[in-house]
């Protein structure tokens, strides 16, 4: 994690701690917009948009939230030309071998979720070998979603149920909230409290649709390249500024 923090290195004062989200879900929306404004190949803006994610990341840490999760590559992203994919894909392979080191350093532990068996070999290499150097890790948890989709995680739960009813292992009556959680690919985690979508798309685009069924969502029409800490900063004031009643009074 190389990149320069931009600004605001410490919490905002007119941010309180004890109300700062939990855990942070990012949909990053716009590095094509970004680059093509600018004359570049949209392979420029997935770069930049890279580098704004570490920020981002070093950010959550420095202000003391505990976990960040980012929406990388939906299954739906196969459909985008194929030069395009293939370069996400060595771009994600090259900044996890680049960057273990010092997410080793910082205490990151890393997870990733998804259909990961569909993704080249030596990606997943490069995922499995991260995950594992880092599981004990004790500092922010980093979440990356690639081939993900949330229909196909809930389905896919779904048929590991169904199955474990067929083979005599849960009852029926024993499925509730807590079990299904514990077979989605989240398992173990706490839900987003806050989803951040950049560029101004107001969908979910089939991200954590279980997992955010109270999560605050905040949009932005700035591009995610674009999405500096004062950026973050405003998201979180509007955040700090919402009345989070979970269905009460």
């Given amino acids: 994690m190389t990149v320069k923090p931009s600004v605001l290195q410490e919490l905002p004062t007119d941010l309180v701690r004890e109300q700062l ?6 949909i990053m929306d716009g590095n094509g917009r970004w680059a093509k404004r600018r004359g570049m190949p949209r392979i420029m803006g997935h770069r930049r948009g890279v580098d704004v994610l570490k920020d981002l990341l070093r950010c959550c840490r420095d202000w003391g939230i505990e976990a960040l999760t980012a929406y990388a590559f939906s299954t739906e992203n196969w459909g985008r030309p194929s030069e395009e ?3 996400l894909m060595t ?3 090259r900044v996890l071998r680049q960057e273990l080191r010092e997410m080793m350093e910082e205490d990151v532990r890393i997870r990733f979720v998804g259909n990961l068996n569909a993704l080249p070999r030596s990606l997943q290499s490069e ?10 890790n004790q500092g922010i948890c980093f979440t990356i979603a690639t081939n993900y989709g949330g229909r196909q995680e809930i389905l896919q739960a779904c048929r590991e149920i169904a199955s474990k009813v067929q083979q005599g292992v849960i009852q029926p009556d024993q499925i509730d909230e807590a079990l299904f ?11 987003p409290d806050l989803l951040i979508r950049t560029s101004g798309e107001m969908r979910l685009s089939n991200f954590l649709l279980w997992q955010m069924a109270y999560s605050e969502i905040y949009v932005t029409e700035t591009l995610w390249p674009d999405f500096d800490r004062k950026a973050f900063h405003q998201a979180l004031c ?6 989070r009643r979970f269905g009460k009074l």
């Fill in 21 to 26: 989200p939990r855990h942070v879900a990012v």
């Fill in 85 to 87: 994919v293939e370069f």
């Fill in 91 to 93: 771009l994600f392979e």
């Fill in 127 to 136: 995922i499995e070998r991260s995950v594992t150097a880092t599981q004990n």
């Fill in 181 to 191: 959680e514990r077979h989605l690919y989240t398992a173990g985690s706490c839900d």
């Fill in 238 to 243: 509007a955040y700090q500024q919402r009345d």
